[in-house]
């Protein structure tokens, strides 16, 4: 597995990391711990050295399971995990729109972490959604603070803009923005992507491959089982998935002259966009694990690239990605 360096933080990574959010939030019923575990340890074995995780996510079983199967391998990886939500004094009243990254509590809620992660480091922090409650500025010496105490290493942002992540990178570098990004979310190219490049951040694409559309595997006739979230995203109606094949049938097309699936080449355009890119397809399964990880091996030539981006410019992606409260959280 080849590395790639977030930016200018000195930050590395495999080029392709690993989502662990689908292993028990979020996308149906959670399969079973050990073989949770077991995979996750695979992806280690396999060269995966990123790990991409939440609060949020449960809460805060996912940073445990997380936790538990690397706490063998801490040294060799990077583990990012989120703050930002506001679980009240219960740690029950949870969801994306109830936010606080007040300075105390960060302070307050980055020892959960550490402890369910089973490290003495967070090596990533991200601020998981950009709080209108609080200065940007404060939330970033909140980060150079625990930097300084050693309690984490690097400072990121999710789903920030341009200007937020400007304004934060002024106070406290920032090594890596994450965001959602992918052949049918590219709105990041716009000024987001830009703005990392100027201020030598990292990029790390999230839902590389769709929540799943553009492995082929979903179309409108698949359902979603219980506590899968996809059941309430307007890009995954029945009618929006429909409409939406012809770019997975790209994707399959380019595929089967490179001897590869629609996901690999999903992924190898991602990492061809730039150098400091670093993809987190989640998964729970090993051939799907192993079918990711083949993905950082696929050359894309200029020719392969020019005739994607002609053939996705002639495509209109339909639906929003999400509902209208979490569109106002992110402001897209």
Same mark, same amino acid.
């Given at each position: ?169 002024? /106070? *406290?570098?920032?090594?890596?923005? @994450?965001? !959602?990004?992918? =052949?049918?979310? +590219? ?129 209109? /992606? *339909?639906?929003?990605?999400?509902? @209208?409260? !979490?569109?106002? =959280?992110?402001? +897209?």
């Amino acid at each position: 597995m080849q590395t790639r360096k977030l930016g200018n933080s000195g930050l590395e990574a495999s080029a392709i990391g690993l989502g662990c959010m689908g292993m028990n939030y979020h996308r149906g019923p959670a399969p079973d711990k050990n073989e949770m575990i077991a995979l996750i340890r695979a992806a280690v074995e396999r060269g995966v050295t990123f790990f991409d995780t939440a609060q949020v996510y449960g809460p805060f079983t996912n940073e445990e399971l997380v936790g538990e199967a690397l706490a063998p391998f801490r040294d060799q990886l990077v583990i990012a995990t989120k703050f930002g939500q506001d679980f009240g004094p219960d740690g029950k009243q949870v969801g994306l729109n109830r936010l606080n990254s007040r300075p105390e509590y960060i302070t307050q809620i980055v020892e959960g972490s550490l402890q369910r992660l089973r490290i003495e480091t967070i090596d990533l922090f991200y601020q998981h959604r950009v709080d209108p409650n609080v200065p940007i500025e404060d939330v970033a010496g909140a980060l150079r603070d625990l930097i300084q105490q050693g309690k984490v290493k690097h400072f990121g942002l999710s789903e920030a803009g341009a200007q937020t992540i400007r304004r934060a990178h002024a /106070v *406290q570098l920032v090594a890596a923005v @994450q965001s !959602e990004y992918s =052949l049918w979310w +590219r709105q990041p190219e716009a000024e987001v992507l830009p703005a990392c490049e100027e201020l030598g951040i990292g990029f790390v694409p999230y839902s590389p491959l769709g929540r799943g559309c553009l492995t082929g595997k979903i179309d409108e006739t698949t359902t979603f089982g219980r506590n899968d979230n996809r059941s309430t995203l307007p890009r995954f109606t029945p009618e929006a998935r429909k409409a939406n094949q012809p770019v997975v049938r790209l994707l399959e097309e380019i595929g089967r002259k490179k001897g590869a699936t629609a996901a690999q080449i999903a992924l190898a355009w991602l990492l061809a966009q730039k150098p400091w890119i670093v993809a987190i397809p989640g998964t729970t399964k090993l051939h799907r694990l192993e079918e990711n990880i083949s993905a950082a091996a696929i050359e894309l030539t200029a020719n392969d690239l020019r005739h994607i981006e002609d053939a996705v410019s002639k495509i209109s /992606v *339909q639906g929003d990605r999400y509902p @209208q409260a !979490e569109r106002e =959280l992110t402001g +897209r």
